[in-house]
């Protein structure tokens, strides 16, 4: 079968022609649909995440046809439409059984540490395939699978509750998700901070109250849009120190700030100006939950999670087109996100 594969650290993926998995009892065998290209595997690609079992099929977005089911699977037929959760584990070991699996041991992520869905087919464990419903579209149940299953996990970590303010830090993807996903915990004000024009314009599209950080602090902008209250919970996902000591400041008595953005910076506060006396709490957030995969399932086939057209480009099982999208992340500044559409029938 063909496989667009990493093999080595820093060079262009490579198209290659490799056997056809072989499933265990406990496997399924997916026949790709489509598999989103997402800015980790850029990074895996360059060498700032590590990779050290090489070549691997990169492509950890996948949605497509349950082609074959091992014995002990019985969730899932031959045929049926699913996506797939990425954290393959173990199930046994004390985070598994405590329902944290992205701890887990043994843990491996599919299209990282093991091959993933650049490809025509991909076996994962039975358990990491879930049933896409008919209304979903195979890009959208691809691309949902990672960076909206990661936003849900964070308005989940932050227990953002229905009638609670919140400010999101950093209009991506991420932001994207995490704002539908927002009102559809029916929260009530949405307040986006953002410095690109483009992102605040469609922030206001989505009825958002866009908060420009060029224009001034957004902790003060933040506290005259809520009368000095601040908001109920806030989410950085931009990945810089100042950003997180905004999204801290910008909090209300007894909010929560969950962080999400990546960064080696270090973050200060006053302890007790901004921490101890308002009572927030400050919340790390590290991927998602096969268990919280229904809920966004369930948002997206009813429509409260939706992905424009416009929102979405599609490329070839190519290497030459993949390389290309990779490398567009470098420079990139708009949440279309690109996926392989490497089924004909899609
Ligand atoms: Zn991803
Ligand atoms: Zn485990």
């Known amino acids: 079968m063909r496989a667009v594969r990493l093999t080595q650290v820093g060079k262009a993926l490579e198209e290659a022609e490799v ?12 026949r790709v649909a489509a598999s989103g290209i997402c800015h980790s595997d850029e990074h895996y690609r360059a060498g700032i995440s590590r990779i050290d079992r090489l070549p691997v099929t990169l492509g950890h977005e996948i949605a497509g046809w349950i082609e074959k089911v091992g014995g002990d699977i ?8 699913v996506c797939v959760h990425y954290l393959a584990h173990c199930g046994s070991c004390e985070f598994c059984i405590r329902g944290v699996e992205q701890f887990c041991r043994t843990g491996e992520m599919i299209g990282k540490h093991r091959d993933g869905g ?12 879930f049933v896409l419903p008919d209304e979903i579209s195979f890009a959208s149940g691809a691309i949902m699978m ?3 299953a990661t936003a849900l996990h964070a308005l989940n970590k932050a227990r953002l509750k229905p009638g609670e303010s919140i400010a999101i830090f950093g209009f991506g993807g991420l932001g994207f998700s ?3 996903l927002a009102r559809a915990l029916e929260c009530d ?3 986006v901070v953002e410095i690109n024009p483009a992102k605040l314009a469609s922030a206001k599209l989505f009825e958002a109250v866009p908060i420009d950080a060029t224009k001034g602090n957004p902790v003060e902008q933040i506290a005259h849009a809520t009368n000095g209250k601040g908001v109920d919970v806030s989410l950085q996902l931009i990945g810089s120190a100042k950003t997180m000591r905004h999204a801290v400041q910008c909090l209300a008595v007894l909010g929560r700030a969950a962080l999400v953005g990546l960064t080696a910076e270090s973050m200060s506060i006053f302890p007790y100006t901004e921490l101890i006396n308002k009572e927030v709490e400050i919340i790390g957030v590290s991927d998602h ?4 995969l229904p809920t966004l399932i369930e948002f997206a086939r009813s429509g409260k999670l939706d992905f424009p057209p416009d929102a979405l480009r599609f490329v070839d099982l190519d290497a030459e087109q993949i390389n290309a999208s990779l490398h567009a992340f470098q420079n990139s500044i708009d949440h279309v996100r690109t ?8």
Do not use: M, W
Not at 74 to 81: A, E, F, L, Q, Y
Not at 118 to 129: H, I, L, R, W
């Open 19 to 30: 056997d056809l998995p072989e499933i265990g009892g406990s496997d399924v065998l997916i």
């Open 74 to 81: 019985k969730h899932v037929t031959r045929g049926d439409r």
């Open 118 to 129: 650049y490809a025509a087919f991909v076996k994962v464990p039975g358990k990491n395939a």
């Open 146 to 148: 990672c960076s909206s």
């Open 178 to 180: 995490t704002l539908q």
């Open 189 to 191: 004000q949405i307040y």
């Open 289 to 292: 939950l096969a268990a919280e």
């Open 339 to 346: 996926v392989i559409r490497v089924a004909s029938d899609v």
